[in-house]
């Protein structure tokens, strides 16, 4: 083995049991499948844990490239919250990671380690640890500054790539090949029956079109309003004969039940009723997604259903922006991304507001036009609405694949 930051694993054959670590929120879970899938394909005989948030578990536990999935906690809520964060990590390595005997931990996460998950790898005893330097940005130095002590092999990549791509790298720099980059989403026979049995219910029809709208965002600043994705509703349900899926979180309840009472009876709430996987499976069903940068709009990349995404980051603004599509956009399907010209003072580089602000220059018109555009192209490839009872769900050339047999189960962006 190499001198920390020097050189790679010398030789990833020996590599027996590995740790995986992404505490980060939904669509950078989604984003980490390719990763997943590769490492899998690299070693196709060893034990891989996976290590996630609670609250996306049910994106994840059907995963066919881990051996498991342990969720971990990483809130506290007394000071001095550090070393709290410290000691859970550490508590939790004792608990269900030293017994393990990892010979390689990775943190895939390029961005600062909000979560102190880089004390995950420290405390879990591997003697490989992996991950991206805190000299990547001057942000992560700022906030991570001496992490870098507690890895022994580290990505000093400040180019500007694409989450899903800083993630593969991993890969190589582990001297393993990458074959693909496609996402993927692993439902249930359940979660498929739950979305047919919630559309039939409320009379949506094979033959019709159905859009999903996510109003919600993680980010205040994120959120386009919820009047607007009812004008664009209101004129897809007359002009198109357009019905709707509203998804979205528990805690996004009421911008669901708004939009519901704008749109009426031609829209099917389920924002805050489905679990994440049932949500993939309600997408699927669409012919089109419109959305905020949240986890629904990676969901449906996932599922590979064409995107209309509506971002808060200017088009003049920061590349390295953790709400740059030029590193989030959707991956692998159709999209559009829609942006505001220009930042609105005071913001500068990327939008600091703590309310809708930006965002707020992307016109109702700009949005329909988008749409319509969408729509067309989606009638080019030949799509077709909510999927008949039985049959596959339709699918771009870089949407979600069926559950592979290779390496089933052996036994914070702001």
Not at 151 to 177: A, F, P, Y
Not at 302 to 316: D, I, N, Q, T, W
Not at 393 to 402: E, I, K, M, Y
């Amino acid at each position: 083995m190499g001198r920390r930051g020097k050189s790679r694993p010398s030789d990833l054959a020996q590599v027996k049991r590995v740790l995986v670590v992404r505490l980060d929120e939904i669509g950078d879970v989604l984003m980490t499948t390719p990763f997943l899938r590769e490492l899998r394909q690299n070693l196709p005989n060893a034990w891989i844990t996976l290590v996630v948030k609670p609250n996306v578990r049910n994106l994840v536990e059907r995963c066919p490239y881990v051996n498991e999935v342990i969720t971990y906690d990483w809130n506290v809520s007394r000071p001095p919250g550090a070393l709290w964060r410290h000691y859970k990590a550490l508590r939790l390595a004792w608990q269900h990671l030293w017994k393990r005997r990892f010979d390689l931990a990775i943190l895939p996460r390029w961005d600062a380690d909000y979560y102190d998950a880089t004390f995950l790898l420290y405390f879990s005893g591997a003697p490989w640890r992996v991950g991206y330097s805190e000299r990547v940005s001057r942000e992560k130095h700022q906030r991570t500054r001496g992490y870098d002590r507690l890895l022994t092999h580290l990505l000093d990549d400040r180019s500007l790539k694409h989450e899903v791509e800083r993630n593969l790298e991993v890969i190589r720099h582990l001297g393993g090949t990458v074959q693909e980059d496609r996402l993927e989403l692993w439902t249930a026979e359940e979660d498929e029956a739950f979305a047919q049995t919630l559309l039939s219910q409320h009379g949506v029809r094979d033959h019709e079109l159905v859009i999903a709208f996510a109003p919600g965002a993680g980010a205040p600043k994120r959120l386009w309003p919820v009047e607007r994705f009812a004008e664009i509703g209101s004129w897809l349900r007359d002009e198109y004969g357009s019905r709707f899926v509203l998804i979205g979180g528990a805690d996004e309840e009421h911008l669901g039940d708004a939009l519901e009472r704008s749109l009426g009876p031609c829209a099917v709430n389920a924002v805050g009723r489905t679990t994440l996987r049932r949500a993939a499976a309600l997408i699927r069903r669409c012919r089109l997604f419109v959305g905020t940068d949240s986890g629904p709009m990676h969901l449906a990349a996932a599922v590979g259903v064409p995107v209309v995404e509506l971002s808060c980051h200017p088009r003049s603004g920061a590349s390295w922006s953790r709400n740059s599509p030029l590193r989030f956009r959707p991956w692998g399907v159709e999209h559009t991304v829609l942006q505001p010209t220009a930042p609105v003072p005071p913001c500068m580089d990327e939008c600091v507001a703590g309310t809708a602000h930006c965002i707020l220059g992307i016109t109702v018109e700009e949005a329909r036009t988008a749409v319509a555009e969408r729509l067309r192209q989606s009638c080019m490839l030949g799509r077709t609405g909510p999927i008949r009872s039985g049959s596959p769900p339709p699918r771009l050339s870089a949407g979600s694949t069926p559950q592979s047999d290779a390496g089933r189960r052996a036994g914070h962006r702001q």
